[in-house]
């Protein structure tokens, strides 16, 4: 603010004089935040499809000795990646003067992975006892993640069950129907069933873990009927070999 005062000096003859005076008067003092929000965290949540989420920061205030504050913040928007983004509020006065606070929005990827199978379940027939090999690659054909950096090279087998026993009877007398390779990208499974069952199912289940950490599962079967034609009923795990990848 800017006031100029006009002084005017008389004599007793009725003579003048006058001077002029500039008077600035400055704010120099700066807003003070009355609140700031705390930090948040939030999540991407299950079924995302990018890799960011909708977070409400909160509102943050401020007085100043002149009365008049805006408060801004930036970024404006309520869409944050994964990750820590750092907010920054403004405090700003009639005069000019800001203030300045930070708040820190962090966003955690907790959406895992998704594997898509061909949803074909192989027939092995005869059950002749021999193995067979079935690859990842024989199932999984497609693999998303809501942040990407994912795909079929990155998906190993976790588990293979079956759901009769190892070796029961009438079932050749054999053991080791499940092997599943070093690497967890194939494995090889009996064509074999016990003979007075409901014929055989083997699931594999695999896996796939993207890049924080989370991990998404599909499982695919296979199956061993009593006789061709009659369908096979899945009893759920009985036997169940580990893949030894991470």
């Known amino acids: 603010m800017v006031i100029v005062r006009t002084y005017t000096a008389l004599d007793t003859h009725g003579n003048t004089a006058s001077a002029m005076q500039t008077i600035t008067v400055t704010d120099p003092t700066p807003p003070t935040f009355t609140f700031v929000p705390a930090d948040v965290t939030a999540y991407t949540g299950p079924g995302a499809t990018t890799c960011d989420t ?62 898509t199978t061909t949803g074909v379940t192989p027939i092995l027939w005869p059950a002749n006892h021999a193995y067979q090999t079935f690859n990842v690659t024989d199932f999984v054909t497609a693999v998303t993640d809501n942040c990407g950096g994912v795909g079929i090279s990155g998906v190993t087998i976790q588990t293979v069950t079956s759901d009769e026993t190892e070796n029961g009877g009438g079932d050749g007398n054999t053991f080791n129907d499940i092997i599943i390779s070093a690497d967890c990208k ?56 580990n893949g030894t990848c991470p």
């Open 186 to 241: 194939s494995v090889q499974v009996r064509a074999e069933r016990r003979n007075s069952s409901d014929g055989r199912v083997y699931t594999i289940t695999y896996q796939v873990t993207d890049t924080h950490g989370n991990v998404g599962t599909k499982t695919a079967t296979i199956e061993v009927p009593k006789n061709l034609g009659i369908p096979v009923v899945n009893s759920g795990p009985n036997y169940t070999v």
């Open 54 to 115: 909708v977070v409400n920061p909160g509102t943050a205030t401020a007085t100043d000795n002149c009365g008049v504050v805006n408060v801004t913040r930036s970024p404006s928007g309520n869409t944050f990646p994964v990750g820590t983004t750092v907010v920054t509020w403004t405090a700003t006065d009639g005069a000019g003067n800001t203030t300045t606070a930070t708040q820190n929005v962090i966003v955690v990827d907790n959406t895992p992975p998704v594997i």
